[in-house]
């Protein structure tokens, strides 16, 4: 069983800032890339962001510039660092991982979720 826990989740006024952390196996890690997802009230579900094990990252348009996506290596860990945050960002967000064909569109594994609220 692939083991994906999220936490950093919250409630933050519209401008703020919230980091989201994911530990996983050093394995899973090293092989699979990993990514944010998110699914809003009413909403379909979205990638938010992705990361290979190489590094290279791509993010949805509606958060580039504000959203930071980075792997801490030493604590097999994902990061998102999130700012400038708005109503609209306020969602379910889960860490996933696969390999780097599908992170963008079809995910291998899921983890549990961690709520993300905007609000003033």
């Known amino acids: 069983q692939v083991q994906l826990v999220e936490s950093g989740g919250g409630l933050v006024q519209p401008g703020g800032s919230l980091r989201l952390s994911c530990a996983a196996s050093?394995?899973?890690?090293?092989?699979?890339?990993m990514g944010w997802y998110r699914q809003g009230p009413g909403k379909q579900r979205e990638m938010v962001a992705t990361?290979?094990?190489?590094?290279?990252?791509n993010y949805a348009d509606s958060v580039k510039g504000r959203f930071t996506i980075s792997r801490d290596v030493a604590k097999n860990t994902v990061l998102l660092q999130m700012n400038s945050l708005k109503p609209e960002d306020t969602a379910v967000y889960y860490c996933?991982?696969?390999?780097?064909?599908?992170?963008?569109?079809?995910?291998?594994?899921w983890g549990q979720g961690t709520q993300v609220t905007v609000s003033s």
């Open positions: 990361i290979t094990p190489g590094g290279t990252t």
């Open positions: 050093q394995i899973i890690f090293s092989i699979y890339a």
């Open positions: 996933t991982t696969g390999p780097s064909t599908t992170i963008m569109t079809r995910p291998n594994y």
